[in-house]
Nanobody
């Protein structure tokens, strides 16, 4: 069973920073992608950032480019989201997700439970 546990959320003032962490555990053959999504009250879930494990390529939502950075530590089975210059519109529940293979032929996608980020003005 694959499990993702996020941490690092909280309350921060406008312009502040937070770093989210997501620890991955379980029996996994291969992880292909890791990412962060967010969902604000009354809004649809949106992609924040993704990273391709094979080549390290990253992708960001336009709204967070040059402010947020996704990274990973393979030794710690952890994916991070460094968030700088936070704005009130960044307030949301942030969830991490991974996609890959449980074994050589069975794909999977897993999600964490989410962590609340609140930016106060």
């Amino acid at each position: 069973q694959v499990q993702l546990v996020e941490s690092g959320g909280g309350l921060v003032q406008v312009g502040g920073s937070l770093r989210l962490s997501c620890v991955v555990s379980g029996s996994i053959f291969m992880i292909n992608t890791m990412g962060w999504y967010r969902q604000a009250p009354g809004k649809q879930r949106e992609l924040v950032a993704t990273i391709i494990t094979r080549d390290g390529n990253t992708n960001y939502a336009d709204s967070v480019k040059n402010r947020f950075t996704i990274s990973r530590d393979d030794a710690k089975n952890t994916v991070y989201l460094q968030m700088n210059s936070l704005k009130p519109e960044d307030t949301a529940v942030y969830s991490c997700t991974i996609g890959g293979l449980i074994n050589t032929w069975r794909p999977f996608t897993s999600w964490g439970q989410g962590t609340q980020v609140t930016v106060s003005s």
